[in-house]
């Protein structure tokens, strides 16, 4: 019996199962047709397209041949970095060895720093650094920040807004890319990042509107054809202020409301400007009390108090355009919207 019972456990023993199967879980071909795409970074599907992963490292060798040593001509050698187009010049750079005992070396580094151009690019190198900075604080994603370092070059190299701080400049930048990108901020949270007073971010911003508006509609006049109309359609567009529906994500997650509370707080938002029961009030007022009515109508009640403080305004100035919101209920909320998403207007504290 006990040779019975060990020859029983061998049997069921468990095993691994080193047979893996891949299959594409959207074709759910058998096997698997994977590319691995070094370009772009991505493994994906050839048949279906279905991107199955992101972020890969390209493994091969970076080879370093000359068109002499092949019989084929090709000629895959790496030469140097890829020119940088927010800088000026060639960017062909060559290094000098420091030593601290030959007079000639430092004479030689000082010659070479005049020549190569470095000079050129400090400024722009020195804003592009403070501008990275600035937007990793707010967590901005990469694209608003070429585009606020690109904005930037536009105004230095055409040496325009020469007599206003660098620093104004670059919060300016920063808060126009943001609106080019549809990821707006308000003058107020440009001013808690960059400490430049409000009115100055103002006045800059509407001096960086002229320019980038005259000089996209000059820039497409002198590349026209003679004879032909100036397309001026791809330049450079004056934007509006921020609507308060833009800026519901970012409070209501600030708030650690819902998605549904979300959904419910742009749309009420929307309806808020479309029928101009606020109108006068600013972006933040807005988007405060209609976060604070609608927190109230879908149960996970904030108080004002907290409401205030995440957007940036007043309890008193909450106050008063919550009593304009709940005066005009009956307009804001309507019964399409109380059956989707369960909203009571019994829970609005008058």
Sequence with gaps: ????????????????????????PECKRYPANIVDEYASGDTVCADCGLVLGERIVDT?????????????????????EAANPLLNGAQLGTSIEFQSNNPKSTELQRAHKRSSGSEVNRVLLAAYAEIGAFCDVIHITQHVSTTAKTLFK???????????????????????ACRQCAVPRTFTEIFALTRIPKKEIGRIFKLLEKFFTTHGVAKAISQAEPGKEVDTSHEYASTTATSSHLLMIRFCNVLNLG????????????????????????????SGAVIYMVSHLMGDEKAMKEVAGAV?????????????????????????????????VRRLPQ
């Excluded at 909450?318 to 369960?342: C, H, M, Q, S, W």
């Design 60 to 80: 091969r060798s970076e080879w370093r041949t000359f068109s002499s040593d092949e019989p084929s001509g090709a000629d895959p050698c790496r030469v140097g």
């Design 154 to 176: 536009l105004v230095h190299d055409n040496k325009a807004l020469k007599n206003k701080p660098q620093a104004a400049v670059i919060a300016g930048c920063i808060f126009i």
């Design 1 to 24: 019996m006990a040779q019975e019972a060990s020859s029983a456990l061998q049997t069921d023993r468990w095993e691994a199962d080193y047979q893996v199967k891949t299959i594409c």
């Design 312 to 344: 940036g305004v007043s309890q008193g100035t909450l106050r008063v355009a919550y009593k304009r919101l709940y005066e005009a209920r009956d307009v804001i909320i309507n019964p399409g919207l109380v059956e989707r998403f369960g909203c009571d």
């Design 259 to 286: 998605v549904k509370i979300t959904s419910v707080a742009e749309e009420l938002a929307k309806r808020v400007e479309d029928h101009d029961i606020l109108s006068g009030r600013s972006t933040l007022t807005s």
